[in-house]
């Protein structure tokens, strides 16, 4: 019995480590593609040929034109870098934001830990995407302001991850060894602490890609995130909606993107999450 269980953990463990590998390939070559994609387009994304405006799909362009006979497979790769770039920046300053103010708040307790975590209550007591549609509509828009607006409301599921883990870990033994060794505060938190909280909050922040992608999306498609003629999926497809009874390719092609890199992430941030299961690799 205890060899099929053996022999059964060994196959989720090589499934897991499979997915790691083809997801984590996907998402890098999406990531490589959108920092190069200056250089992949086959044709000027912004150059106009009214011409052909509103060209189906064809050979010579394969996801069609747009209303202003601009290529849309040129307009979806380069869209790809506002759309993913702003993502991955949106995600890293939670991130790092929400994590600081957790230690912050789980290391030092007392006012501290109270004043802030009565900030993340208020900001957790909105609904998400409504409190950034009125911090962005109160900035004026951009794609900036966008970014700061779902930051201004993502921190504190972050914080309180950190802080959960600070306080679970800073009264250990070993914790209680550092602080007698005479290390200092820092050098504590940023050696000893950090390493050990940063497996959760990783896998966090790995799952809200996909998220944070759609709520920019969401934004920009509200006219609060990118503007036109700015390439980027969100704004392309607000801008095309009223074409998507007789040139439904104009709108469906950035909404392909998005879907397709939403599906990416999501599936790599599942896989991780899985990954870091001391179960799926054999711990009890």
């Known amino acids: 019995m205890n060899n099929v269980t053996v022999r059964i953990q060994k196959k989720y463990r090589d499934s897991v480590r ?12 999406l990531v490589i593609a959108s920092a190069f994609s200056r250089y992949l387009t086959p044709y000027d ?12 799909p064809s050979a010579l362009h394969l996801l069609g034109t747009d209303r202003y006979g601009r290529d849309m497979l040129s307009r979806v790769i380069a869209g790809s870098r506002a759309s993913v770039f702003s993502t991955l920046l949106l995600v890293a300053v939670i991130t790092v934001t929400g994590t ?7 290391w030092r307790g007392g006012f501290t830990d109270t004043f802030f975590m009565r900030i993340s209550d208020i900001f957790l007591a909105f609904p998400g995407l409504v409190f950034a549609l009125a911090v962005a509509g109160s900035f004026g828009g951009g794609l900036h302001n966008a970014i700061v607006a779902l930051a201004a409301i993502s921190w504190p599921k972050y914080a309180r991850i950190a802080r959960s883990q600070t306080l679970a870990r800073k ?17 504590i938190i940023l050696k000893h602490l950090l390493p050990n909280i940063m497996g959760p909050v990783l896998v966090t922040s790995m799952l809200d890609i996909g998220t944070m992608m759609m709520e920019l999306a969401a934004l920009s498609f509200l006219g609060l995130g990118a503007k036109p003629p700015v390439p980027e999926w969100g704004s392309m497809m607000s801008d095309t909606r009223s074409l998507m009874t007789i040139s439904p390719w104009i709108t469906f092609s950035p909404g392909i993107a998005i879907f397709l890199s939403v599906m990416i992430f999501n599936l790599l941030g599942d896989t991780i999450r899985d990954y870091a299961d001391p179960k799926s690799r054999g711990g009890n």
């Not at 600081?100 to 789980?106: N, P, Q, T, W």
């Open 100 to 106: 600081a103010v957790g230690i912050l708040c789980g």
């Open 45 to 56: 994304p912004y150059l106009q040929d009214l011409s052909i405006a509103k060209a189906a």
């Open 18 to 29: 499979m997915r790691l590998f083809v997801f984590g390939t996907l998402a890098g070559l």
């Open 171 to 187: 009264e250990t033994v070993w914790m209680r060894a550092v602080k007698l060794s005479g290390s200092g505060t820092f050098r």
